[in-house]
C-alpha cells in the first residue's frame, strides 16, 4: 500500500469526514501540512476518509459530508432527485457589499488598502462639492437606502484594470464623481465600500426589520454561499437579463427575409453595451433575434414546461405576510413592462414558440405563490422583481433593500413550505450585477465576465450546510445545469451564429458540485423556513 500525506494549515474538526478522489500519476508532486493517511486502491486512483477544510457560517473551519462523486453518476442522480430549478435574481449589488464579512468568504479583508482621495466639482446648479484626502476603506453600512451609482459596460471596463491583486478603490470613486458631481461627498462615497453584515440594526430596537441581511445571511449559514459568482458580462442589468436567458447579448441586422422566417443565423455579433430589439424587415417585432433556453425547452421532445414570472410590489408592512403571504400583493410594476429586466417577451423565438407550442408563459409572481401552494410547478422557473422590491439602489426613488429581501424570502418560504416541491428542487438566488458598489475581486483573465455578485443555493440535497463554494462560477452556470439536467446537456448556440459556447468554458465551476444526491435529504430548516420576516419582534 502507498501512502500520502494530505493536511490543512488550519484546525479541522475531525469528527467530520468525507470521501475525496482524485488521480495520480508519478510525477505528481503534492505537498500537505497536518498528516492524514491516504490509500492507495487502484492504479491512477488515491481514495481516503479525510476531514477537509470547509468554512461554516460561524467562521470555524471544519469538515463536511461532501463525496464527490465522478460527474456521470452525479448527473443521473441529479435527474432523478431534481424536478424544479428555481432562479431568483435580484438586482445590483456586489459580492462584498453583502457578504464582505461572512466567516470563511473571500471578502473585504482581502481588498488592498485605500490611498487617500480627493475629488472637487461645480454640479448643473453652480454648487461646488468636493472631499480632501479622505481614506475610503471598505467599512459597515448600517443604512438601507443607497444612490444608484454608475454601472454600465463603461464604468466596469474602468473599474476592472488590468493587473494582479484586489481591485483598486480608486476607480469606483472615480467612476462615481464622474457620472455625478453630487456623489464627490463624504458620506455617499462611503456608500460605495459599505459592507452590511447579520448583525447590523438600522435603527436600534428590537426589530427584526432593523436587521436587514439577517435573512440573506441566515439562507447562506443553512445552505450554499458562492463567493465567486462573477456576472456574466461586464454591463449592467439588462445585458445582464439577456445572458441570463439567452447565454448571448448581441446587436443584430434585419435586413435579410429570413429573419420574418424564424431563420436567427448570421445576422448577430456580441454587445456588452446598450442592446436593443430591432423590427423586421416585414414590420413585426420587436425582437431579440438569436436563441434562447427557453426554446430550446419549448422545443424539446418531450417539452420541458418553464415559466418567467415579473414580480409585482410587496407590501413590506403587510400584517398577514406569515399567516397568507398572497394579500401582501400590491399589484403589477409597470416598471417590467419594458424588456430591461425581462427581455424574454422580445425573443422572436419565444414568441414563434408560444404561437405553436405554449409550453412556457410570463405571468405574475402572485400566480408563482398561488402554484407552490400546490402539487405543480414547472420544470424550469425563473423570478424577476419588482422595482420597489428590487433591492436596486436610488436614494430618489426610496428603494429601501429590507423589502427586497422580505419579498425573497416570502417565496423561499412558499417553497419550503411545500411538501410536494421543496424536496425536488434546487433554488438559485443572485444579484444582475454589481449596482457601481465596490468589490475587490477579479474575474478570471479573459473571461469575459463582469464585477462579483452575491450568489446562494438552496436545496435539500445540498452537500454542506454553510458552505462556502469557491468554484469560478458566472450566471452561465445556471445554463448549464438547466441544460444538463432537463436537456440531455444540450448547448445554446445550434440555433444562431454565436461562434462559442459560454457553458463549455474552462474557467467556469460546475453547479453539481454543490450537490450530494447520496445524502439524506435536508428538511426545511426551521430558521429559515419560520424566520420572522415581516415587522415583528426579533426574539
Same mark, same amino acid.
Given at each position: 500500500m502507498v501512502k500520502i500525506k494530505i493536511t490543512t494549515d488550519k484546525t479541522v474538526d475531525s469528527t467530520h469526514n468525507f470521501d475525496i478522489q482524485f488521480s495520480m500519476n508519478a510525477t505528481d508532486n503534492r505537498s500537505f501540512n497536518q498528516a492524514d493517511d491516504w490509500s492507495y486502491n487502484s492504479s491512477t486512483t488515491y481514495v481516503s476518509t479525510?476531514?477537509?477544510?470547509?468554512?461554516?457560517?460561524?467562521?470555524?473551519?471544519?469538515?463536511?459530508?461532501?463525496?464527490?462523486?465522478?460527474?456521470?453518476?452525479?448527473?443521473?442522480l441529479a435527474r432523478q432527485k431534481l424536478k424544479h430549478v428555481v432562479i431568483i435574481?435580484?438586482?445590483?449589488?456586489?459580492?462584498?457589499?453583502?457578504?464582505?464579512?461572512?466567516?470563511?468568504?473571500?471578502?473585504?479583508?482581502?481588498?488592498?488598502?485605500?490611498?487617500?482621495?480627493?475629488?472637487?466639482?461645480?454640479?448643473?446648479?453652480? =454648487?461646488?462639492?468636493?472631499?480632501?484626502?479622505?481614506?475610503?476603506?471598505?467599512?459597515?453600512?448600517?443604512?438601507?437606502?443607497? *444612490?444608484?451609482?454608475?454601472?454600465?459596460?463603461?464604468?466596469?471596463?474602468?473599474?476592472?484594470?488590468? %493587473?494582479? %491583486? %484586489?481591485?483598486?478603490?480608486?476607480?469606483?470613486?472615480?467612476?462615481?464623481?464622474?457620472?455625478?458631481?453630487?456623489?464627490?461627498?463624504?458620506?455617499?462615497?462611503? /456608500?460605495?465600500?459599505?459592507?452590511?453584515?447579520?448583525?447590523?440594526?438600522?435603527? +436600534?430596537?428590537?426589530?427584526?426589520?432593523?436587521?436587514?441581511?439577517?435573512?440573506?445571511?441566515?439562507?447562506?449559514?443553512?445552505?450554499?454561499? /458562492?463567493d465567486a459568482m462573477f456576472e456574466s458580462a461586464p454591463s449592467w442589468s439588462k445585458v445582464s437579463h439577456l445572458f441570463m436567458v439567452s447565454g448571448w447579448s448581441a446587436a443584430c441586422t434585419a435586413n435579410q427575409a429570413a429573419r420574418a422566417a424564424g431563420d436567427y443565423k448570421y445576422s448577430c455579433t456580441d454587445n456588452v453595451n446598450d442592446v436593443n430589439p430591432v423590427n423586421l424587415n416585414n414590420g413585426t417585432g420587436p425582437f431579440y433575434l438569436w436563441d434562447n433556453i427557453t426554446h430550446l425547452l419549448t422545443?424539446?421532445?418531450?417539452?420541458?414546461? *418553464?415559466?418567467?414570472?415579473? +414580480?409585482?410590489?410587496?407590501?413590506?408592512?403587510?400584517?398577514?405576510?406569515?399567516?397568507?403571504?398572497?394579500?401582501?400583493?400590491?399589484?403589477?410594476?409597470?416598471?417590467?413592462?419594458?424588456?430591461?429586466?425581462?427581455?424574454?417577451?422580445?425573443?422572436?423565438? =419565444?414568441?414563434?414558440? /408560444?404561437?405553436?407550442?405554449?409550453?412556457?408563459?410570463s405571468l405574475a409572481l402572485f400566480y408563482f405563490m398561488t402554484m407552490a401552494g400546490g402539487d405543480y410547478a414547472p420544470a424550469v422557473t425563473w423570478i424577476v422583481p419588482a422595482n420597489k422590491v428590487s433591492e436596486h439602489a436610488g436614494i430618489p426613488n426610496n428603494?429601501?433593500?429590507? *423589502?427586497?429581501?422580505?419579498?425573497?424570502?416570502?417565496?423561499? /418560504?412558499?417553497?419550503?413550505?411545500?411538501?410536494?416541491?421543496?424536496?425536488?428542487?434546487?433554488?438559485?438566488?443572485?444579484?444582475?450585477?454589481?449596482? %457601481?458598489?465596490?468589490d475587490h475581486a477579479r474575474p478570471p483573465a479573459n473571461s469575459g465576465y463582469g464585477l462579483r455578485v452575491p450568489g446562494i443555493t438552496m436545496s435539500p440535497w445540498v452537500n454542506q450546510a454553510g458552505y462556502v463554494d469557491k468554484q469560478t462560477l458566472s450566471h452561465d452556470a445556471y445554463l448549464k445545469f438547466i441544460e444538463d439536467i432537463f436537456l440531455e446537456g444540450k448547448r445554446l448556440g445550434d440555433n444562431d451564429n454565436r461562434t462559442y459556447r459560454r457553458e463549455n468554458a474552462s474557467q467556469l465551476g460546475d453547479l453539481l458540485n454543490e450537490f450530494d444526491f447520496n445524502r439524506t435529504p435536508m428538511s426545511a430548516p426551521t430558521e429559515v423556513k419560520d424566520v420572522l420576516f415581516c415587522w415583528m419582534p426579533y426574539y
Open positions: 479525510s476531514a477537509i477544510t470547509l468554512a461554516n457560517a460561524n467562521g470555524t473551519v471544519v469538515g463536511g459530508t461532501a463525496p464527490v462523486t465522478d460527474r456521470p453518476t452525479l448527473l443521473s435574481m435580484q438586482e445590483n449589488r456586489s459580492f462584498d457589499s453583502y457578504f464582505g464579512d461572512f466567516p470563511g468568504a473571500n471578502g473585504k479583508s482581502n481588498a488592498p488598502a485605500a490611498t487617500a482621495y480627493s475629488c472637487s466639482c461645480k454640479d448643473g446648479s453652480g =454648487v461646488t462639492h468636493s472631499v480632501s484626502n479622505k481614506y475610503y476603506n471598505p467599512a459597515k453600512n448600517t443604512g438601507t437606502l443607497d *444612490w444608484d451609482f454608475p454601472h454600465g459596460n463603461g464604468d466596469a471596463v474602468i473599474e476592472m484594470p488590468a %493587473g494582479t %491583486g %484586489g481591485l483598486p478603490i480608486k476607480n469606483f470613486l472615480d467612476r462615481a464623481v464622474a457620472s455625478r458631481c453630487e456623489y464627490c461627498d463624504d458620506a455617499i462615497l462611503k /456608500q460605495i465600500v459599505g459592507y452590511h453584515t447579520d448583525s447590523d440594526n438600522t435603527t +436600534g430596537d428590537n426589530t427584526l426589520y432593523n436587521y436587514p441581511m439577517h435573512n440573506y445571511w441566515t439562507m447562506a449559514k443553512n445552505f450554499i454561499l /458562492q422545443t424539446h421532445s418531450p417539452p420541458v414546461f *418553464w415559466t418567467y414570472y415579473k +414580480g409585482e410590489n410587496w407590501d413590506y408592512l403587510c400584517g398577514m405576510c406569515r399567516a397568507n403571504p398572497m394579500s401582501c400583493f400590491t399589484g403589477d410594476d409597470p416598471f417590467l413592462y419594458g424588456d430591461l429586466w425581462m427581455p424574454l417577451q422580445y425573443f422572436k423565438s =419565444v414568441s414563434d414558440d /408560444q404561437t405553436q407550442n405554449f409550453v412556457g408563459q428603494i429601501d433593500l429590507r *423589502w427586497g429581501e422580505t419579498y425573497v424570502t416570502a417565496i423561499v /418560504q412558499s417553497i419550503m413550505a411545500n411538501s410536494y416541491l421543496w424536496p425536488s428542487t434546487a433554488i438559485f438566488l443572485s444579484w444582475d450585477d454589481w449596482g %457601481g458598489f465596490y
